[in-house]
Every structure is written in structure tokens, then in C-alpha cells.
């Protein structure tokens, strides 16, 4: 199916010089590796969005609506009524250039195009030729276009070749957020039915079964306890967390990737352990078991449909808050959206933790916090048993998400819980990490299979970083707090830098719990020989290390 | 295609006034007629422009975040770069608008065979930017003196600080005027600008004729301005005098003014006219950009969708419908048992056949 992705060395050679030729000259060459499968119409009917039918972008009828050309400029006129951001974005660029090389795309494919200012071109073109007097007039010579077949195409291989990262809108001088504009062209194409088969599907299937991976409730709830037989012959210890319970204190909504595949499962492994560890009262829902939001790489209304199950679950079960697992875009969605889309959540009240006292004040509307924020403030109240020294074989590093770091900015926390549960971490170079984070090349739904190619190519600014780290500090471990991350880094330092894994935070964490009547710790979540584990004799030793750990 | 176009269009436009003024002498036209319209179109065109803008809301609150929130009360929030409060916004905007913060965090990329990424601080576009905007509104500020009367103290301050280096050139020995330092800087500024937008590969290709236009133009409103100010050594008295005829609505047109001071004037007049309708317009627009004036606060207070409509979901019965006896068989709580949802459904069944919804559904029509 996907084609044979190239060596690093050839993938590696590109050149970052422009093309003699113009921008609006070009076109895509939609070649195996670096364009995605076309949605499926079933998923499209599933949802009732326009246009279902089965097509592939290769094709050259791409069965566009009779209409299409009206319900473009329809679609972009209604939205520069609706969204500030849009209509101001495409007016003010003054194309400094200064966004140009910020793209981890752009790093990686040397394509002019995926410079963030001429990816915004791609559809200011359309708006100054079809919208604006001088641009109809005047056409090229202002900077316009026509609207014609090519510019969907182009539209849909380069809105689909930008992961909504906001890495250039960091640098803009005035804060043009290719992401907004992605998003708005996304929902614009969507109009048309041309979306891909790795969004329209997750959605579809979220819709219907909680979850973009279809799962359905009993398999969900088979799948989390398979990872309780697993912790229970690797740390001794039985779980039994609770699923759909009425009057639980807490509901915990962690992205469905987290469930069935590796590395996420070892994450949601930690969890389970940290809510044990701390006897939280909390449940998990097999309805709202989708943190993730593969509407919010559709449309905003995609977005507030997906994500209403989660308010909508906690006014069922009667929580009081809802606790949030590892991952990217489920936080810009709930920290930026969820409460403007389906708030107020009038029936759950201020989060408290439980253990600690502390008043989540910075979740005081919405009502639902960070694992990360969580765990950092149980450690800071030294209401964790740790020892780090379980972690000593491990040397990791962490990866900023792009979404929590510049649509959210939890930059300290993940550190902090770093730092108290492994003695070697190693922050990669500040031209790569927190605001300046590169994307892992694979968000916004981009993480497809037959993507891989232009996966790798996006994902190589981030890989680089971490050779760097692996080879100057020995880092072995890539550690993260988002599911796509989990998902798609394996592969990635597998082709640029091997010999670095990947996992989540509460991994690490679970990692260096301590808990009670837990067996010997011979083998770590994964199933594999501990190498940091110490035989009994040294029982004493690890105890003192946890305390030394907290703060 | 751009660049020879703008050129061009500057040239001719200077080829305009000086026909217009120095060949027809329509003086009125290009010293009273044209500056009202240019200045009412600027004022006009401005205001609804930003009008424009601000008719569109902002339904979702998106700062870009470019450091620590406020989260944890023992973490120190980045307060400038995520704001917490209105506070922290005016400052952030602040940075942004007086120092060019985001510019400012600029690096380049070194791509070498490897591959070997790595990433340099990149001040030149910065620096270049500050020079030109800054010495445009010294200049701006500076010929504001040609409109009032009497000149008022910090407008001198200004000019003396403007023209310090007066002393260290032998400026008085060969009976120049004061030097004005931001004009040149200015033309510097603009220069530099132009330069880079050549030099540079990736910054050509991007470039428009609305990106080589108004740099032609600029330029081409220093090198008159200079000329009339350092070469021909235009008669202010005069200038002063239609300056003042058109700040109190009473124009007149002094004899004597060189045909350089209204190129100068025309070139300006073009600037005024265009600025609402071209990129030029960013300087209204980074006040208003969503990703840098809002409060990070997007959890803790509520922020209101002005058009937000209901949509449809797929609800928790629909989805206990769906999958019921598994649950049920899985050990999963359900809010109806199998048994209940059996009987409800066979009640709805029993009375009725599609057919009844529908011609409810036409007698309500």
C-alpha cells in the first residue's frame, strides 16, 4: 500500500533554494508517500458532511459539488464575517519572510510552498482575486488568482502538509497563525467533501463509539484491563478502576491511542498506577473515551461536536471534575475551546485535588485539569512515594507538544515532574524546545500511514534535535505528553536517530512509584529486565532516594 | 514582474508632478487638491478598514503562547509572553508594537549535509525594521512643525536631538543645514529593507508588487525630501505658509516653492492615498491580532462565541442504544436494562408504522 520510503541520506539532501519559477506556476505532484488517501464517503455520510464519494486525490476528476466555485467563496466570505483571525490574516502579511524557515515542513521537504507566508499566498490569492477590486482587476499584478481546480488540489496537498503547530505565528511580527488559517481552509475544502481518510474516519468513528478508533465500549474496557494483568505480573500489584460510575469525584478522559497501542499503553499503565498509588476517586467512561479531537482538524463545528461528550459524560455521571490524560491537541481544544464551544459546565464545580487541597484557580471555568499539573502538584506536596533511581538506566529528554506549549504554555510542569522522577533528564537546545518546540511532523491528523515519506520530512528538525542530545549527552529516551507523539516518534528516531525511545510522562512516573505491597521490580511496564533494578538486599536504599526526590 | 512594475509606477508617478507642476503648473492641483483628497481617503480608508475588522468577532480565545502560563502558584508565569491578566496584554502589545518583540526572537536556519540542523539569532530584519519605522515617525513628528505655529517645546527638543550630529560634521564651515539624522536613517532603513527583499532568495520569491511598491515609494519620498531639504535648499517660509493655508482650511499657494518639494508632496499624497488599501494597513492590524492580545485565561473565565449555534451529537442513549447488550455482557452499567429498552421499544413499534410520522409530519406542514 504505502509506497517504500527512501534512505535518510536521500531524504536528507534537500535544497532550500526557491525555484526559478513562480509560485502560482506550480503545481503539486501528488506522488506515493506525500499525499494522503481521500476520505471514505461512508465516514463523510456517518457525520453528514457534503459530498461523500469515493475518489483519490490522484485522480484528475476530484468530483467536486456543480456549485463548487459558489460555495468556496460562500464558505470564505461567511468566514471572514465569523473569525476575526482570518479576516485580519489575510490582509496584514507584509511577507517579511521572517515565518519562512520557521516550518518544520519547510525544514524538511525544501518545497517554497510550505513556507508558512506562501501557504497563507495559497489561499490570500483566491481571497484578493475573487473578493477584492484590485486583485479581479489588476490579477496577478496584485497578487490575485482565479478559482479554478488546480488551487483545490493545491489547497488540499499543503492544508494537509501543515500540522497546526503555530511555530511560525511565534515569530510573526504580528502574530499571523498559519494554524487559523489551515484550520479555515480545512473547513473550507470540507465544504466540497475533500477531506482525508485519516480525519473523516477517527471522526466518524468518534462520533458513533466515543472514540476515534471505534472502540467500542467493551472492547475499551477489555483493553484497559488486559494492562491491569500486565501490571499486575510486573508490579505485583491488582488495580480496579471503575468505568462508567455514577458519583465517581473525577472523570479521567485520556485520547483513545492511549488504549491499545505501544508506547501509549505504558502511559496509561501510569496512570492507572498513579490514581491507585494516591486511592483516587475517579472513573473512566467508555462514551467520553476520546480525549482527542480529530473535529478540530475538520471544522470548529466538527470540533464542538466531538467534544461535547466529554461535559456531557461528567453532567451524567455526576463528577465533580474531569482530570485530563496526556496529549496535544485535546488540550488546545480543551484549554482554548471546550468551554466557549460546550461550556458553561455549570453542574461540575472548581477542581480540588484531593489529596493535596490545592484549587486548580487556572481551571476555575472549565473545570478540567492537566495530568501533568495534577502529578506536579501531588509531587510538590510530597504526597508521591518515588524512587528515581528506577529511571537511572534511562537518560530522557523531553519533547514540548506544540499545543500545550503554544496554545496552552505548561512548559515548568512537565520539567518539575522530570526532575523528581529520573536523576539524568536532559533538556534538548532552546532554538528547539517550549515556544520555539518543532513538531513531531505527523499532527493534525497527518499521521497515516501512506504520509510516511513527508512524515519523516516534517518530523527531521525535531529528530535532529534529539541526535544531538543522543549524542552528546547519551539520551535514549524521547518522553512526551501527547498521544500522536507516542504514535508516530517511534518511527521517526527509528529513521533518524536510532537507538531512542519513546514514551509518555506518567510512564516515568509509574516507573519510579513506589507503590504499596508492589513486588519486585524486576521488569519495568514494558514487560522488559529492569537494568536500574536493585535486588532486595538494597530494599532500604530506594526509599531514601524517593524523599530525596520530592522537593 | 513586481519589481520593474513598482519601479516603474514610482517613476512615472514622479514623471506626474513634475509635468503637472513644473510643465502645466497646476499648482492647486498638486498642492491643495490632492493633499485633501489623499489625507481624507487616508483618514476615511482607515477607519473602515479597522471598522471593517473589528465587525468581525473573535469567537475563540487563541493567544499564541510563548511561555509559561499561570497555572501552579509555585511556577513563575511568563507574564509578557502568555499574559494572565489585561495588565499583561497592554504590556506584551507594548514590546510588541514599540520594540517589535517577535521579530526580535528571529533565528535562521543552517541546513548542512547530514543532515546537520542548526539555528542562528537573526537580527538584521529586526534591526532594519526598527531603523525604518522609528525614523519614520521621528521624520513624521519632525514635519508636524510645518503645521503648527508657534512650534512647541518638545517639537524642538526633538529637531535638536534629531540634528545632534551637527556638531561633530562641519556642517556650519560649508553652510549646510542642520543634518537630520532620521532622514537618513529612514532612507537607510528603507534601503536595507529593499536590499534584503533582493538579496535574499526565499524573501524574493514571496515578494509582490505590493511588497516592492510601497519600498520604491518611500525611497523615492527620501530622496526628494533630501534633495529639497540638503541640495536645493528649499525656502521653508514659503512651505510653511501653504502647510498652514491647509492646516486651517484657508490654501494658498506661495510662489517659489522648487518642483522637488511637490514631487515630494505627490509622492506623499500617493503614500497617504494608498496606505488603507494595501499591507501597509498592519499597522492598524497588530493592534487587533487574536493570537497576541488576548489573556491566556481560556480555563479559569469563559470566553463567549457570539455566533454559536447547537449542534448535533451523537448522545450517551443513542450510544447506549447502539451498544447495549454489550454493555450489559461487558459489566458495564446501563440506564436502561435490557429489558426496559425491549419494552419501550416494542411499545413504539406497536401503535405505528412509519407512515403515522409522516402524515404527522404533513398535517403540521
Avoid at chain 1, 470540507?190 to 472502540?215: E, K, Q, R, Y
Wanted: with cysteine; hydrophobic share 40%.
Amino acid at each position: 500500500m504505502a509506497a517504500k520510503t527512501p534512505s535518510p541520506t536521500v531524504v536528507g539532501q534537500i535544497d532550500h533554494h526557491p525555484p526559478a519559477k513562480g509560485w502560482m506556476d506550480t503545481k503539486p505532484e501528488f506522488k506515493p508517500g506525500n499525499f494522503l488517501y481521500a476520505a471514505k464517503a461512508s465516514a463523510l455520510e456517518t457525520v453528514g458532511l457534503p459530498n461523500p464519494r469515493d475518489w483519490s486525490p490522484t485522480d484528475d476528476d476530484w468530483k467536486l459539488p456543480a456549485d463548487w466555485k459558489g460555495i468556496v467563496r460562500e464558505g470564505m466570505a461567511e468566514r471572514l464575517q465569523r473569525f476575526r483571525s482570518f479576516k485580519l490574516f489575510m490582509d496584514i502579511c507584509v511577507r517579511c519572510g521572517a515565518c519562512a524557515d520557521k516550518c518544520h515542513f519547510f525544514i524538511g521537504s525544501g518545497d517554497p510552498k510550505n513556507m508558512p507566508v506562501l501557504r497563507a499566498e495559497l489561499i490570500r490569492s483566491i481571497y484578493r482575486g475573487e473578493m477584492k477590486t484590485a486583485g479581479k482587476i489588476l490579477g496577478k499584478l496584485a497578487g490575485g488568482r482565479k478559482l479554478t481546480e488546480d488551487v483545490i488540489k493545491e489547497w488540499f496537498y499543503y492544508f494537509f502538509q501543515c500540522t497546526e503547530c503555530r511555530r511560525c505565528s511565534v515569530f510573526c511580527p504580528y502574530g499571523i497563525d498559519t494554524a487559523e488559517i489551515t484550520i479555515i481552509a480545512r473547513e473550507i475544502i470540507n465544504l466540497l467533501g475533500c477531506n482525508i481518510d485519516w480525519i473523516a474516519s477517527p471522526v466518524a468513528n468518534c462520533f458513533m463509539t466515543g472514540n476515534h478508533l471505534g472502540l467500542k465500549p467493551h472492547t475499551f474496557k477489555e483493553n484497559i484491563e488486559y494492562l491491569l494483568d500486565d501490571i499486575e505480573e510486573y508490579v505485583g500489584v491488582r488495580i480496579e478502576p471503575s468505568f462508567n460510575r455514577k458519583g465517581a469525584e473525577i472523570l479521567f478522559v485520556t485520547p483513545s491511542g492511549d488504549v491499545f497501542a505501544e508506547p501509549g499503553i505504558f502511559t496509561l499503565m501510569g496512570y492507572l498506577m498513579l490514581f491507585e498509588h494516591i486511592g483516587l476517586d475517579y472513573t473512566w467512561s467508555t462514551y467520553a473515551s476520546e480525549g482527542g479531537n480529530f473535529g478540530f482538524f475538520t471544522s470548529h463545528e466538527m470540533m464542538k461536536r466531538l467534544n461535547a461528550k466529554m461535559y456531557a459524560e461528567s453532567k451524567r455521571l455526576g463528577v465533580k471534575w474531569i482530570l485530563g490524560g496526556e496529549c496535544g491537541h485535546m488540550w488546545r481544544v480543551v484549554h482554548q475551546y471546550m468551554d466557549t464551544l460546550n461550556g458553561p459546565a455549570d453542574w461540575l464545580e472548581m477542581p480540588v485535588s484531593p489529596l493535596t487541597g490545592t484549587r486548580f484557580e487556572n481551571a476555575a471555568s472549565t473545570k478540567m485539569v492537566h495530568i501533568t499539573e495534577f502529578t506536579a502538584d501531588l509531587i510538590k506536596n510530597n504526597k508521591l512515594k518515588l524512587d528515581p533511581s528506577q529511571n537511572d538506566h534511562i537518560i530522557p529528554t523531553f519533547h514540548d507538544s506544540c499545543n500545550t506549549s503554544r496554545g496552552m504554555g505548561m512548559l515548568e510542569e512537565p520539567r518539575y515532574v522530570l526532575n523528581n522522577v529520573c536523576n539524568n533528564f536532559v533538556d534538548m537546545a532552546p532554538q528547539v524546545t517550549r515556544e520555539n518546540t518543532f513538531c513531531c511532523g505527523s499532527g493534525s491528523g497527518l499521521n497515516a500511514g501512506e504520509y510516511l515519506e513527508m512524515r519523516f520530512r516534517g518530523g527531521l528538525p525535531r529528530a535532529n534535535a534529539v541526535k544531538r542530545v543522543h549524542e552528546d549527552h547519551g539520551v535514549n529516551m524521547l518522553s512526551c505528553v501527547c498521544a500522536i507523539d507516542r504514535a508516530v516518534f517511534p518511527a521517526l528516531m527509528d529513521y533518524w536517530v536510532p537507538g531512542v525511545g519513546v514514551c509518555g510522562l506518567s510512564e516515568l512516573v509509574a516507573n519510579a512509584l513506589v507503590m504499596e505491597g508492589q513486588g519486585e521490580r524486576e521488569y519495568n511496564l514494558r514487560g522488559e529486565e529492569n537494568p536500574s533494578y536493585k535486588p532486595p538486599a538494597e530494599e532500604e536504599a530506594p526509599a531514601e532516594a524517593g524523599e530525596e526526590g520530592e522537593e | 514582474m513586481g519589481f520593474l512594475f513598482s519601479l516603474v509606477a514610482v517613476l512615472v508617478l514622479v514623471g506626474i508632478a513634475l509635468v503637472g507642476v513644473g510643465g502645466l503648473g497646476l499648482k492647486v492641483l498638486f498642492g491643495v487638491i490632492i493633499p485633501y483628497a489623499a489625507v481624507l481617503t487616508f483618514f476615511a480608508g482607515l477607519v473602515y478598514r479597522v471598522v471593517d475588522w473589528a465587525r468581525s468577532p473573535v469567537p475563540f480565545r487563541i493567544p499564541t503562547t510563548c511561555g509559561q502560563e499561570k497555572s501552579l502558584p509555585w511556577i513563575k508565569p511568563n507574564k509578557i509572553d502568555n499574559p494572565c491578566s489585561t495588565g499583561a496584554v497592554v504590556l506584551r502589545m507594548v514590546f510588541e508594537v514599540l520594540t517589535f518583540r517577535s521579530l526580535f526572537r528571529n533565528m535562521k536556519l543552517d541546513y548542512r549535509e547530514g543532515p546537520k540542523i542548526r539555528y542562528s539569532s537573526e537580527k538584521f530584519l529586526w534591526l532594519f525594521a526598527m531603523m525604518f519605522h522609528w525614523a519614520f515617525l521621528v521624520v513624521i513628528l519632525r514635519h508636524l512643525r510645518f503645521f503648527t505655529e508657534p512650534i512647541a517645546m518638545w517639537q524642538q527638543t526633538l529637531e535638536h536631538l534629531d540634528g545632534f550630529l551637527e556638531f561633530n560634521l562641519a556642517s556650519y564651515a560649508i553652510g549646510l543645514p542642520t543634518i537630520q539624522l532620521s532622514g537618513l536613517v529612514l532612507l537607510g532603513g528603507v534601503s536595507l529593507l529593499l536590499l534584503r527583499r533582493i538579496v535574499v532568495p526565499s524573501v524574493r520569491y514571496i515578494s509582490l508588487a505590493a511588497d516592492w511598491f510601497p519600498l520604491f515609494l518611500i525611497t523615492g519620498i527620501c530622496l526628494t525630501g533630501i534633495v529639497s531639504r540638503y541640495v536645493v535648499r528649499l525656502d521653508v517660509i514659503n512651505v510653511k505658509e501653504l502647510a498652514m493655508g491647509l492646516a486651517t482650511l484657508h490654501p494658498v499657494v506661495p510662489e517659489g516653492i522648487s518642483v522637488w518639494f511637490y514631487i515630494h508632496l505627490f509622492l506623499v499624497c500617493v503614500l497617504f492615498a494608498y496606505f488603507p488599501f494595501s499591507k501597509l494597513m498592519h499597522l492598524g492590524g497588530v493592534f487587533l491580532s487574536p493570537t497576541r492580545n488576548l489573556v491566556n485565561n481560556s480555563r479559569a473565565v469563559r470566553h463567549v462565541n457570539p455566533w454559536s449555534y447547537p449542534v448535533k451529537t451523537h448522545d450517551y442513549h443513542e450510544y447506549e442504544d447502539d451498544f447495549r447488550e454489550e454493555m450489559v455482557e461487558a459489566g458495564l452499567p446501563v440506564e436502561k436494562s435490557l429489558e426496559e429498552a425491549q419494552a419501550e421499544k416494542d411499545a413504539a413499534q406497536a401503535p405505528a408504522a412509519p407512515e403515522t410520522q409522516e402524515t404527522e409530519e404533513k398535517r403540521e406542514e
